[in-house]
Nanobody, 121 residues
Framework: VQLQASGGGSVQAGASLRLSCAASGRTLSDSATGWFRQGEGKEREFVAAISWNAGMTRYTDSVEGRFTVSRDDAKNTVYLQMNDLKPEDTGVYYC???????????????WGQGTQVTVSS
């Protein structure tokens, strides 16, 4: 299974970005997909996740109402729409695939390589 995260960039506070997580070698529609981020000098933290059938989503409190996770099973891709970005959202964003929608990173089996998001004030 290979996961390719893309869509990161450098933006000003208040801007939007949409991250994509494209999978090959596995159908995302039968898995939960999570997004995590890691700021410089910080531990990797849970951001959002979506269940296999898109019936459930979960967000960390700091992004609730600003970020939206969605999936397009026809494209085997999961997205993270990030609006009203803040400097504290800066970090490398990773997508991961697992069996259930949880916030614990060790419950995800496959990981992408990460995409950098930098938000300046």
């Amino acid at each position: 299974v290979q996961l390719q995260a893309s869509g990161g960039g450098s933006v000003q506070a208040g801007a939007s970005l949409r991250l994509s997580c494209a999978a090959s070698g596995r159908t995302l529609s039968d898995s939960a997909t999570g997004w995590f981020r890691q700021g410089e000098g910080k531990e990797r933290e849970f951001v959002a996740a979506i269940s296999w059938n898109a019936g459930m989503t979960r967000y960390t409190d700091s992004v609730e109402g600003r970020f939206t996770v969605s999936r397009d099973d026809a494209k085997n891709t999961v997205y993270l729409q990030m609006n009203d970005l803040k400097p504290e959202d800066t970090g490398v964003y990773y997508c991961a695939v697992g069996a259930v929608i949880v916030s614990a990173s060790d419950m995800y089996e496959y990981w992408g390589q990460g995409t950098q998001v930098t938000v300046s004030s």
